[in-house]
């Protein structure tokens, strides 16, 4: 936790107040940011239960063991941005990572450093203004975060300023084609149709009722190619991109991607 107290203090004072007010009181550089952070924000109570009722989502399903192999091998220091109630966070810790989680929402960090069986250390912070000094991280991971960030063109930029040259940044999105369509009828083999614009930018609020549970999901439609402008402005090199389907067959999400895996290294002489 000695860590954590001092990357906290290592950016300027108007960032120290909010770990206990939840607020971000440098609104005027990331106002954009806001609008997403305080949906999720309201809906953490919901998405604590839902992410920690055992078998619920994808993530224990399938999705977990898609993600984590693309992440390297603990190296010094990873961040988990976007954490949430820390899921992912405990995950990292369990293979060796000596890793903090940040996330915008005070809710979501109180779970992450209270969890009952496993508590890890949890910063609540703007993803576009991380309290950490440059070329600090080896590994960055953003679990199903970036599309739920307004500024994520600016978060990948800061990303790359905390990156040590040669880190990684490794992240999972909603599939671009996901958000933007979905099947028709009835079967596994039932078509998929494409109802929006691919290219243009639109805010998401999808509202699913499972098992007793209700969860609230707010994001953004980014076409591809913003995400790999984003990473090529704040100078990485894509390693690795993955589309991850369903693995049952008789699902119809077998035939088409729901998410996108990305790899990415941070090369020599980015840093801003």
């Known amino acids: 936790m000695d860590f954590v107290r001092a990357a906290a203090s290592a950016r300027s004072a108007e960032n120290c107040g909010a770990e206990e007010s939840g607020q971000n009181t440098n609104a005027g550089a990331a106002e954009d940011t806001t609008r997403l952070a305080e949906s999720w924000d309201a809906a953490a109570e919901e998405w604590i239960a839902w992410a920690r009722r055992p078998g619920h989502d994808s993530y224990d399903v399938f999705h977990r063991a898609a993600f984590l192999p693309l992440i390297p091998a603990p190296a010094g220091l990873t961040a988990d941005l976007g954490c949430g109630e820390g899921r992912v966070t405990r995950d990292l810790a369990a293979k060796g990572h000596r890793v903090i989680g940040f996330d915008r929402s005070l809710t979501m960090c109180r779970a992450v450093r209270t969890h009952p069986t496993q508590p890890m250390p949890a910063v609540v ?74 290219f243009e930018r639109h805010r998401r609020l999808d509202e699913v009722a499972r098992d007793g549970l209700h969860m609230t999901f707010h994001s953004v439609h980014r076409p591809l190619q913003d995400y790999t402008e984003a990473l090529a402005d704040a100078g990485f090199l894509i390693e690795r991109l993955r589309e991850v389907t369903n693995p049952d067959p008789a699902n119809s999400w077998h035939r088409m991607p729901m998410f996108l895996h990305v790899r990415a290294v941070r090369l020599a002489d980015t840093h801003r």
Do not use: Y
């Open 125 to 198: 912070t703007d993803a576009a203004r991380l309290p950490l000094p440059g070329n600090s991280v080896d590994c960055v991971v953003a679990f199903m975060a970036l599309h739920d960030i307004d500024a994520m063109h600016e978060t990948v930029a800061e990303i790359a300023r905390i990156l040590r040259p040669g880190g990684r940044l490794v992240f999972a999105v909603v599939h671009p084609v996901n958000s933007v369509g979905g099947f028709t009828g009835q079967g596994p083999d039932r078509p998929f149709v494409i109802n929006e614009s691919w």
